[in-house]
């Protein structure tokens, strides 16, 4: 099995799916000049970072990620976009995404199982949790056919399923506290050593959820693969 994992910025690496996926994570960095490529492999990751989903010009492998991302869906490849990654699918798809009216989300928040996660093949373990936040763009318009799995306050899109082996979340399951760390360490955030604690505080909690959902998807590419 061999996921394709797309990183937009070195902050925002792969994190826990490293781990939890090992060895299958084949990361392209397009930051560094390497090419995203026109297929992924077995399944593919796109991950977040600090771009907007419309900034092509700040980040000018953006249109090339949404193709790869639509062709993904298209072709049935098992597919999980994380934050900026599920923006740029929901994009792709013909939703909509926009900076969110509520500011910016972040630290360790609540997300609530909608109906349909109950069955999903990654959420169906998945009621009330904890996930780590870091957005101030959101989802405001789900691609048609789109089924809504994960919810939040102040910001409602935070999980939905397209054809039945597309994954899109606006939270990071990827993030291990140190990751958190070094991102609110340079947001400026007046209340970030609190949210850095919160994480950490977390970090039990945000594993025995997240890691059975990740690992699922890794059983997806399995099957897909075979």
Same mark, same amino acid.
């Given at each position: 099995m061999r996921i394709t994992v797309i990183e937009h910025e070195a902050g925002a690496g792969p994190g826990y799916l490293e781990r939890w996926l090992a060895p299958s994570c084949e990361v392209v960095r397009p930051y560094l000049g390497e @090419? +995203? @490529? #026109? /297929?992924?492999a077995d399944g593919l990751i796109v991950l977040g970072g600090e771009t907007a989903a419309w900034e092509d010009e700040r980040s000018p492998w953006l249109p090339a990620t949404r193709d790869l991302l /639509? /062709? #993904?869906v298209e %072709? *049935?490849?098992p597919t999980l976009a994380i934050c900026l990654g599920a923006q740029l699918l929901t994009m792709a798809l013909g939703g909509a995404v926009g900076r969110g009216a509520d500011g910016l989300e972040v630290g360790a928040c609540e997300v609530v199982a909608l109906p349909a996660a109950a069955s999903? /093949?990654?959420f169906s373990g998945v009621e009330t949790a904890v996930a780590v936040q870091f957005h101030q763009d959101v989802m405001t318009r789900l691609p048609e056919g789109a089924v809504p799995l994960m919810t939040g306050s102040p910001y409602p899109n935070q999980g939905y399923r =397209? *054809? %039945? #082996?597309a994954w899109a979340v606006q939270f990071h399951p990827e993030a291990t506290p140190e990751i958190f760390t070094s991102w609110a360490a340079d947001s400026g955030l007046e209340t970030a050593e %609190?949210?850095?604690a919160e994480v950490k505080r977390a970090e039990a909690a945000l594993v025995a959820t997240w890691r059975p959902v990740v690992q699922a998807f890794g %059983? +997806? =590419?399995?099957a897909a693969a075979r």
């Open positions: @090419p +995203v @490529p #026109s /297929r992924a /639509r /062709r #993904s %072709e *049935g490849t999903d /093949r990654l =397209v *054809g %039945e #082996s %609190e949210l850095i %059983e +997806v =590419v399995k």
